[in-house]
């Protein structure tokens, strides 16, 4: 069964970057997986950031492409989401999930507050 | 992007009753490839979204036949046939034909 633990500051100052991890727990080879990440502000709903595929490349939503970057590490069995100038419309708790086209396995998710 | 429009918003439901949302989305969902790839998850209080349908109709392993999918096109219904206690939270509709992918704004569930 493959879990999914997402790490990362819980407060990050406005125009810094924000840097999140999340650790694949399972017992078979997560190199042929894709990993998506996605947020959902506080009592808000949810919406896509991107995902980065088993070969490498990524799929971003325009809407935040520019600040984005999303990779995988197989050696190390993570994933990682960096987001640069953030703002205070950035505070949301971030997911990881096992992209299948559906996200069919989440993380409990990690809070970031942006905040100076 | 594709628009996703749940309703209602909020729904109260007797335990045992049947329950039904409606997500309607802003241009058909039908790939070129012949499939539909309109999912549903559900938020319960406190946790992360959980996959309950996917591709509008299959249920994801573990979800119970109280929940159904249907629709096509640009209307799509997710069913409870007897709601219980535990089917309490969120529900989001979430299309993946489009890029980029979205979701609806999320219909809240509890027991009367």
């Known amino acids: 069964q493959v879990q999914l633990q997402e790490s990362g500051p819980g407060l990050v100052k406005p125009s810094e970057t924000l840097s999140l991890t999340c650790a694949v727990c399972d017992d078979s080879i997560s190199s042929d997986y894709n990993w998506g990440w996605i947020r959902q502000p506080p009592g808000k709903g949810l919406e896509w950031i991107g995902t980065v595929f088993h070969g490498g490349s990524t799929s971003y939503n325009p809407s935040l492409k520019s600040r984005v970057t999303i990779s995988a590490d197989t050696s190390k069995k993570q994933s990682s989401l960096k987001m640069s100038s953030v703002t205070a419309a950035d505070t949301a708790v971030y997911y990881c999930?096992?992209?299948?086209?559906?996200?069919?396995?989440w993380g409990q998710g990690t809070m970031v507050t942006v905040s100076s | 992007d594709t628009v996703m429009t749940q309703t209602p918003l909020s729904l109260s439901v007797t335990p045992g009753q049947p329950a039904s949302i409606s997500c309607k989305s802003g241009?058909?969902?039908?790939?070129?490839?012949?499939?539909?790839?309109l999912y549903w998850y559900l938020q319960k209080p406190g946790q992360s979204p959980q996959l309950l349908i996917y591709?509008?109709?299959s249920r994801f392993s573990g979800v119970p036949d109280r929940f159904s999918g249907s629709g096509s096109g640009t209307d799509f219904t997710l069913k409870i046939s007897r709601v219980e206690a535990e089917d309490v939270g969120v529900y989001y509709c979430?299309?993946?034909?489009?890029?980029?992918?979205?979701f609806g704004q999320g219909t809240k569930v509890e027991i009367k």
């Open positions: 979430m299309q993946n034909t489009h890029f980029p992918r979205t």
């Open positions: 591709e509008v109709s």
């Open positions: 241009q058909s969902l039908l790939h070129s490839n012949g499939k539909t790839y």
């Open positions: 999930a096992r992209d299948v086209s559906a996200f069919d396995i």
